[in-house]
């Protein structure tokens, strides 16, 4: 069985950082394209990045650009996502994704970023 | 970037009934490698967004088969034959084709 498990979140305050990790099981991640997804409290879903398979390369929204990156350490089978610069827009829930164009087939279940003082 | 309009945005159903939730975009989804990626996803409250339709119209493993969905290029449709209680939540299109990817606003489904 996939599962996702997200940990890392919390509380941050404005300019600070989080990294978030994303740890797969039931499959290699080496083998599919993963992304981040958000969702602000009450709202609904951003995309926010999108690692192709071959690990070497990211896209990012532009909300995100140039303060996150999105990268793997194959050997745990684990993703993550460094955090920086951090905005009170950034605070969501943030969800692990297996899959990008065709939507995903997996989500985790969200781990929780709140940037405030 | 590609905006997706949802409609209605609430949609309250009898038990039983059929409903539909439609999603344009501004764009069309039809990618040059031949592939449509527009997506359905449905979230109940606090849980993660499960995907029910793939590729247009392709179901997920699970997914039952009240559940289907159409359409081609900027117009697309999910239909739900007879609506079932677990049915209740928000629904979300969503396009693969164009970065950044994009989400509709959601149409929160409710039984009457």
């Known amino acids: 069985e996939v599962q996702l498990l997200e940990s890392g979140g919390g509380l941050a305050q404005p300019g600070g950082s989080l990294r978030l990790s994303c740890v797969g099981s039931?499959?290699?991640?080496?083998?599919?394209?993963m992304s981040w997804v958000r969702q602000a409290p009450g709202k609904g879903l951003e995309w926010v990045s999108i690692l192709l398979e071959s690990g070497d390369r990211a896209y990012y929204a532009d909300s995100v650009r140039g303060r996150f990156t999105f990268s793997r350490d194959s050997s745990k089978n684990t993703l993550f996502l460094q955090m920086n610069s951090l905005r009170a827009e950034d605070t969501a829930v943030y969800y692990c994704?297996?899959?990008?164009?065709?939507?995903?087939?997996?989500w985790g279940q969200g781990t929780l970023v709140t940037v405030s003082t | 970037d590609v905006v997706l309009t949802q409609s209605p945005l609430s949609l309250p159903v009898t038990l039983g009934q059929p409903a539909s939730i439609s999603c344009k975009s501004s764009q069309s989804l039809a990618h040059s490698n031949g592939n449509t990626y527009l997506n359905w996803f449905h979230q109940r409250p606090g849980q993660s967004p499960r995907r029910l339709i793939y590729?247009?119209?392709n179901r997920d493993s699970g997914v039952p088969d009240r559940f289907s969905g159409s359409g081609s290029d900027t117009d697309f449709t999910l239909r739900i034959s007879r609506v079932e209680a677990e049915d209740v939540g928000v629904y979300y299109c969503?396009?693969?084709?164009?970065?950044?990817?994009?989400f509709g606003q959601g149409t929160k489904l409710e039984i009457k």
């Open positions: 590729r247009v119209s």
């Open positions: 039931g499959f290699t991640i080496n083998n599919v394209g």
């Open positions: 994704v297996r899959g990008q164009s065709s939507g995903g087939d997996s």
């Open positions: 969503m396009e693969g084709t164009h970065w950044p990817y994009t």
